[in-house]
């Protein structure tokens, strides 16, 4: 079996990616975690790359200034160097440009803290408990140029309990997005060989 490389692009604490490096540790995983890309150069997650023995490296995005297509030119020579065959997205809070997301079509996935398409965009908790939703989940989803909206890859949903607040929902739907990313990806990466 040859394992697809996988880049997870991450700009925060990284749990998700800790959830991917996880379950790609096992014999049978179609991909590998080949690099961890960071928008942010002190994000929590990429000091808990290197413990596991994975490429890390920071693209700081602020000095490319409002030149969106010039960081993600150097994004994808990171990529392309790394020979990455999928991206992940997982907590990267950044908009890609166009061109990005067309060189990717397919091959790049993102975790979003909702049930698509519901509460596409920030805040998504809060947000499902103004509402008064009794259910509400994680998606992944494959990246189109539209934020939050190509199609759906895994779905998981979990209640919305009464005296919930955004972080004791937020802690219940974390638990969901760590188990379906890696089904998410194996999926695909599947589905690529
Ligand atoms: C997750 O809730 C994910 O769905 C969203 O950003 C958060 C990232 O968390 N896109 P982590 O960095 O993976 O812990």
Redesign the pocket.
């Known amino acids: 079996m040859t394992r697809k490389r996988v880049a997870i692009l ?10 991917l490096i996880e379950a790609a540790k096992a014999a049978d995983y179609p991909a590998e975690i080949a690099v961890v890309l960071s928008n942010v150069p002190d994000a929590t ?1 990429l000091a808990r790359v290197g413990e596991a023995g994975i490429a890390a490296e920071a693209i700081d995005h602020k000095p490319f200034g409002q030149d969106r297509e010039a960081f993600d030119r150097q994004l994808d020579a990171a990529l392309e160097a790394h020979r990455i065959d999928i991206v992940c ?5 950044r908009v890609l440009s166009p061109w990005f997301v067309a060189r990717w079509n397919g091959r790049l996935i ?4 909702s049930l698509l398409p519901a509460f596409k965009g920030l805040h ?1 908790h809060e947000r499902a408990i103004a509402a008064g939703v009794k259910e509400h989940g ?1 998606t992944v989803h494959f990246v189109v140029p539209e934020l939050d909206s190509g199609p759906i890859i895994e779905q998981a949903s979990v209640p919305v309990l009464p005296g919930d607040t955004p972080d004791s929902l ?1 802690a219940r ?2 638990e969901v ?1 760590h188990r379906i990313y890696p089904r998410a990806l194996r999926r695909l990466a599947e589905s690529l060989i």
């Open positions: 991450i700009s925060g604490r990284g749990s998700n990616m800790m959830a997650g997205l997982a907590g990267f809070m993102n975790i979003h803290p998504t994680a937020a739907v974390l997005e």
